[in-house]
């Protein structure tokens, strides 16, 4: 990314307390709006320095947490295709700490390969997605 040292200074402490939130919640709500400081700070930066790669993870960790707040909405008693699972969320987790890492070395591909990964476990929380993993055909266990 072509944005400032302080810039990425701002994401990862922002991204690290995220972090720290969502591990101490107890709740999927909780733990959501946490998350939701992820792609806050990342549009903050935006505004100041307008970078591609910024632009992505923004969208990305948007869409992310539409997903996740869609899966979440739709929840009904006994029903699988309205679950989320803690698995989800130690996922998200895992791959907030992965992106909060490759920002912090800057490095294009790894954050790159990371939103891929944020991508895909987005897909999973989606209707056919869901479906997928059911089928063997996407796997949480491989972001």
């Known amino acids: 990314m072509k944005i400032t040292d302080d810039h990425i200074k701002t994401i990862i402490e922002e991204f690290n307390l995220t972090h720290e939130q969502m591990t ?33 993870i923004h969208q990305v960790l948007s869409l992310t947490h539409q997903n996740m707040q869609s899966r979440l909405n739709a929840q009904k008693p006994n029903m699988i295709t309205s679950s989320v699972p803690q698995l989800f969320f130690d996922k998200l987790d895992r791959l907030l700490v992965q992106l909060t890492n490759d920002i912090k070395a800057n490095d294009d591909d ?18 056919n997605g869901f479906y997928l993993m059911l089928k063997d055909k996407l796997s949480l266990d491989k972001l």
């Open 110 to 127: 790894k954050i790159l390969k990371t939103l891929v990964q944020f991508s895909v476990f987005s897909y999973i929380l989606t209707g």
């Open 24 to 56: 101490k919640s107890q709740s999927a709500g909780d733990k959501l709006y946490f998350f939701s400081a992820t792609f806050g700070i990342v549009n903050r930066i935006m505004n100041f320095e307008p970078d591609e790669i910024l632009i992505f």
